[in-house]
C-alpha cells in the first residue's frame, strides 16, 4: 500500500522510519517532509494547509492511507474534507474529524468532555470577556498558583501559571484583549495540580484502543527545568515511576473512559490519543488531551514498537483494532533533541550543520531531522528544533552516555541543547 505522512518535524521522521519497515508498504510519501524523511520516502513540495493540493497528491500516487503527524490540518478538518468527497471513499485516514480533533483545539471542549466522562482532571470553569468579575470571583476562591489556558489553538503559549493573584487577573485581561487573538476568546481557569508530569499514548478506532509506550518529556528550554517552554526538549520511555500500577489507572480512568465518551458522542476518531497527564501521589489526572503522537515523544515511542505500527493503523482504520497485539522493546529508549540558539525566541536559519550523517543501520543511535533543510546539498538549519537524537540501552544511565556521545559529533554555530534529559529519572 501507498502511505503518506503529513508533516515535517522530528515526529514524522520516526512516523516514516518506522513505517518503512513494513511489509505491507509499497511506497511512502511525506508531504513537505525533511532530509531525515527523504532517507526512507519521496518528500512532497505541498503547503499542509492546501487541502486541494493534498486530494491531488493522493489521487495521483494513489494513496491508500494518510497520516496527519501535526494537529493543525485535523482540527481545520483534513478528515472531513476526505470524507466528504466520494473520490476518497476507500482512503484510511490516520487522525480524528474535526469535532474530535477539539479535544486538542479547545480546551474548554476537552474539560467538559473529561467532567461528562468521569475522567479525573483539575477542577475548572470557563470564562469570557463578559463574564471577567466572575472570573475574578473564581480566581479568588482558588489557592495560587493560578492556571489560565486560552481555549484555542495558541502554538503553545496559552498556559499562563501565576503566583500572584493581581497579576492573574491583569493577565486575564489581556488575553480577553487578545494577547493570544482569538485563541483567548475564552478562558479555562482550573486548579493547580501538584505532582509529576508524562504522557500516555494509544491508538482507537473510536470503539477499541491500543495502548503504546509511555513518555516523559522536558519542556523547558534550559537544565533543571529553567527558562521558556518549548515544544520539548528531549524525552524518554518507560517511565520509570510509571510503575505496572499506575498505567493500569490510566488505562481504566483515562484511556477507556475516554473512547467510550468517543463512542457515545458519536467522534469518529481513528488516530492517536496523547493524553498529558499529572502523576498527583500515584494517581492521574489528565492536563491536556493532544489528537496527534507528541514531538519528541515519537522519537522515543515509535522506536519501542517491534510490532508492524502500519498493520496496527490498517486495523484500525478498518475497525479491528481488538485484533492487534503490540510488541514492544523492553529497553530505554532517550532523545535529546539540538536546537538552535535562541529558541523558543527569535533564532536564525540556514546555518550549516556538520556530523550529522546518519548512524549506521546496526546502531542503536538514530538521528531524527526536525527543523533541517538542504541547501546547494548541505545540510542547514530550518527550524527551532534541530536534530533529535534517540539511543537505545539497557538502562538510562547508558541511554544517556549513547546520546549524549553521539550528539557531541553534530555541531551548528549556536547549538543549544539540554543536558540533564533524563537525570531526574535515575
Ligand atoms: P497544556 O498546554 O495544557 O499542556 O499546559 C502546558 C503546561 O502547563 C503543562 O505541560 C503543565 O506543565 C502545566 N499545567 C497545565 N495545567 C496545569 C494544572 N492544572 N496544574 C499544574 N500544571 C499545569
Ligand atoms: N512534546 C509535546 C507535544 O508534542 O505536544
Not at 474539560?111 to 482532571?121: G, L, Q, S
Amino acid at each position: 500500500m501507498n502511505v503518506l505522512i503529513i508533516g515535517s518535524g522530528g515526529r514524522e521522521h520516526a512516523l516514516a522510519l518506522k513505517i518503512s519497515k513494513s511489509n505491507l508498504l509499497d511506497k511512502l510519501y511525506c508531504l513537505p517532509g525533511n532530509p531525515g524523511t527523504a532517507s526512507v520516502a519521496e518528500n512532497i513540495e505541498t503547503p499542509v494547509s492546501d487541502f486541494e493540493s493534498i486530494g491531488r497528491v493522493v489521487i495521483d500516487k494513489s494513496v491508500d492511507m494518510v497520516i496527519s503527524g501535526p494537529e493543525e490540518p485535523l482540527v481545520r478538518g483534513l478528515r472531513d474534507y476526505f470524507e466528504s468527497d466520494g473520490r476518497f471513499a476507500s482512503l484510511r485516514f490516520v487522525g480524528p474529524d474535526s469535532r474530535g480533533a477539539q479535544l486538542e483545539g479547545s480546551k474548554d471542549f476537552a474539560k467538559e468532555f473529561m467532567k461528562k466522562y468521569n475522567i479525573p482532571t483539575a477542577a475548572f470553569q470557563t470564562f469570557t470577556k463578559n463574564s471577567i468579575d466572575a472570573a475574578f470571583d473564581f480566581l479568588k476562591g482558588l489557592n495560587p498558583p493560578y492556571v489560565l489556558k486560552a481555549d484555542g489553538l495558541a502554538a503553545g503559549k496559552g498556559v499562563l501559571i501565576i503566583n500572584d493573584i493581581e497579576e492573574a487577573k491583569r493577565e486575564l485581561k489581556e488575553i480577553f484583549e487578545g494577547k493570544f487573538g482569538s485563541a483567548g476568546e475564552r478562558v479555562v481557569i482550573e486548579e493547580y495540580l501538584d505532582g509529576i508530569e508524562m504522557s500516555a499514548f494509544a491508538i482507537s478506532d473510536g470503539k477499541d484502543y491500543l495502548i503504546l509506550p509511555e513518555a516523559k518529556d522536558y519542556k523547558r528550554a534550559l537544565d533543571g527545568d529553567c527558562g521558556l517552554n518549548t515544544g520539548g526538549m528531549g524525552a524518554v520511555s518507560p517511565v520509570p515511576f510509571a510503575d505496572s500500577q499506575f498505567l493500569k489507572k490510566v488505562e481504566e480512568r483515562v484511556i477507556a473512559p475516554t473512547v467510550k465518551g468517543f463512542e457515545k458522542e458519536g467522534i469518529k476518531y481513528n488516530g492517536f490519543i496523547f493524553a498529558g497527564l499529572m502523576n498527583c501521589n500515584g494517581d492521574p489526572y489528565v492536563i491536556e488531551y493532544n489528537v496527534r503522537m507528541g514531538d519528541p515523544e515519537s522519537e522515543v515511542v515509535l522506536p519501542r514498537i517491534k510490532s508492524d505500527l502500519l498493520a496496527h493503523l490498517v486495523a484500525m482504520c478498518d475497525g479491528k483494532l481488538s485484533e492487534e497485539k503490540l510488541e514492544i522493546d523492553t529497553r530505554t529508549a532517550l532523545t535529546v533533541m539540538c536546537v538552535s540558539g535562541g529558541y523558543p525566541g527569535i533564532y536564525e536559519k540556514g546555518i550549516e550543520i556538520t556530523g550529522a550523517d546518519s548512524c549506521d543501520a546496526e546502531s542503536d543511535t538514530t538521528l531524527y531531522h526536525a527543523g533541517t533543510a538542504l541547501k546547494v546539498n548541505k545540510l542547514v538549519t530550518a527550524g527551532g528544533r534541530v536534530i533529535a537524537v534517540t539511543s537505545f540501552a539497557d538502562s538510562i544511565e547508558m541511554a544517556r552516555v549513547e546520546s549524549y556521545k553521539r550528539l557531541s559529533k553534530i555541531d551548528f554555530k549556536g547549538i543549544h541543547y539540554r543536558r540533564d534529559i533524563g537525570l531526574d529519572l535515575i
